[in-house]
């Protein structure tokens, strides 16, 4: 049986849906916000011991050995108040992490937001290309390109490897068998150091790009058009 009018009109209405739902909206703020301040406590925690490995060890690889980080990049001076402020946000950025793919998956946002490398691959691709000045026009996208759905599902690799090896640090004798697959409990904190450098490159390229694109700035605060 054919659908009637009014289901017809219903249905036109529900696909019509805008490019930022406001679930995905907020996630992405408190996102930003979870990790600004993880950030700045996490230096300061790092701070307090500069070094990727026991004490009397060095990481040979590691170039930054004793940095010492001034207090303009902490949050503070009090080494116990950044550790409770930085897994206060860490909760709050993992309930926040959960609710972003719930919502992704059961909607089905997830199709068109997360990397597909047989459909993303070339276009990823020709992007660049064309970011590198090697391609006149870009390719055909719909609401991402395929670089960014690269970039935005790495982010996301990056968030959920910033959670596991944060889980690793702060339960390394219950949790064994994690801290194992990071390499022990040093390479679970050099991971977890290298994986924010990973993030900040990931918000500079952001940020950048929103600077050269603000509509996408203001469709993430308002929803932006219906499609």
């Known amino acids: 049986?054919?659908?009637?009018?009014?289901?017809?009109?219903?249905?036109?209405?529900?696909?019509r849906r805008r490019e930022q739902p406001w679930p995905i909206r907020v996630a992405h703020w408190t996102a930003v916000v979870a990790i600004v301040v993880m950030a700045g406590s996490g230096l300061q925690i790092?701070?307090?011991?500069?070094?990727?490995?026991?004490?009397?060890?060095?990481?040979?690889?590691?170039p930054l050995q004793g940095l010492m980080l001034s207090n303009a990049w902490r949050l503070g001076g009090w080494l116990a108040g950044a550790r409770h402020l930085h897994f206060a946000f860490a909760w709050l950025f993992l309930v926040n992490a959960l609710f972003y793919v719930?919502?992704?998956?059961?909607?089905?946002?997830?199709?068109?937001?997360?990397?597909?490398?047989?459909?993303d691959a070339r276009n990823a691709a020709e992007t660049a290309l064309h970011y590198a000045r090697l391609r006149p026009t870009p390719p055909q996208s719909g609401l991402y390109n395929g670089l960014q759905r690269l970039a935005y599902t790495g982010a996301i690799a990056l968030g959920a490897t910033?959670?596991?090896?944060?889980?690793?640090?702060?339960k390394p004798v219950q949790l064994q068998l994690l801290v194992a697959c990071f390499g022990g409990y040093d390479g679970?904190?050099?991971?977890?150091?290298?994986?924010?450098?990973?993030?900040?490159?990931?918000?500079?390229?952001?940020?950048?790009?929103?600077?050269?694109h603000p509509r996408t700035l203001l469709a993430m605060i308002g929803g932006g058009r219906r499609e």
């Open 1 to 15: 049986m054919a659908p009637s009018l009014s289901v017809k009109r219903a249905m036109g209405r529900g696909a």
């Open 46 to 62: 790092w701070a307090a011991y500069p070094y990727l490995g026991p004490r009397g060890a060095r990481y040979a690889w590691f």
């Open 102 to 119: 719930a919502f992704t998956v059961l909607s089905g946002e997830w199709q068109r937001r997360f990397f597909q490398p047989k459909r």
């Open 162 to 170: 910033q959670l596991l090896s944060g889980v690793a640090l702060w």
């Open 188 to 212: 679970a904190r050099a991971v977890h150091f290298l994986s924010l450098v990973g993030l900040a490159v990931f918000v500079v390229a952001h940020v950048g790009m929103v600077a050269i």
